[in-house]
């Protein structure tokens, strides 16, 4: 299966209405299509509400193949919504996540293989030398902050104690901080 | 919802804030509805959290060279990492050295930092004559130390050699020396 792209003209909403065209015929470019634009975003919530990398992954199967299932079965009557019904389904996994894995398992043996492949559509990390350069360009006080926030996901007021700062002082140095290593990771001047 | 326009785009700052859970539930539920909706915020998050995973690696594989409260220390070791601590009070010196089982080599440095406005970190190193001046590092006055963390790729490749570090409280234009460091580098013999 080619790698389907992110920037495909077909909007959200127009993949889901090829789905629900097709009903049990099944319409795999549209549904591979459709996976690679939401995952990045069900897997970006799946880590800030579980704080795991893994169970996020787990989070994208679960929500994405369930939706192509009521996709296909016709049950989703408004695909301009999709997105929206897609966030209420991630709300709803996060809290019973832990019920089981049987039916993840039973809807990847449906969808699984040939939808995933190649379709994560997540942004690539940054050159890890070009980083460690970046990071060395900032001011002491500035790569503190940096490593400490990124490190854990520490919030500014954990930084602030650590560092005996304001907690508005540690906002302020954080987020020029990540302004410049963005500027300087992208090849701006830091 | 619309995938591909965004309407009031969310300022970088907020997105952190929002990543690290500092937002209160209201905002937070309008983020999680609007990252689902706007490609552009979703991607710059994506962007935002693809940056922190790389310093956390970064950090990981001793990349990263800086002066860090003791907390940082503490979030290292309850990461799994393995951490070789020196402890070395003012006019200390030690002989140092990394061997294959750490992930990295810290040092304590004691002083008495109460009352310190600014405080720099002068490194000479004795064999290439060269030194470098860190200033206005992040520290903590009730710690009564900063934490040194060398990069460990660096070090892993230094024959035997010499630094000597000061801690220097900056107020004005006058400076006072808190304390000086000495360490002694020992390759590792396996």
Known sequence: MPNPTVDSAEDDAALARRIIAAGPARDAAAEALLYASLAPRVRLYGRKHLRDAQRADDLVQDVLLMTFERLGRGEIREPERIASFVLGACRQTVIDLRRGESRRERLLKTYGVEIMADSDGDVEPPDTRRLEQCLERLPERERAVVLMTFYEDSSADAVAQALDLSTGNVRVIRH??????????????A | MSTNA?????DGSELLGYWLGELDATREAQLDEHLFACRACGDALGRLVALGDAVRTLIAHGGATAIMPPEFVAQLKAAGLRVHEYRLPPQGSVVCTITPQDDLVVAHLEAPLAGVQRLDVVIHEVEADRTFRLTDVGFNPASREVVLVPKASDLRHRGRSTQRVELVAVSGGDEHVLGHYTFNHTPHRG
């Open chain 1, 176 to 189: 020029r901080a990540v302004e410049r290593l963005r500027r300087c990771i992208e090849g701006a001047v």
């Open chain 2, 6 to 10: 965004c309407r009031s785009p969310v």
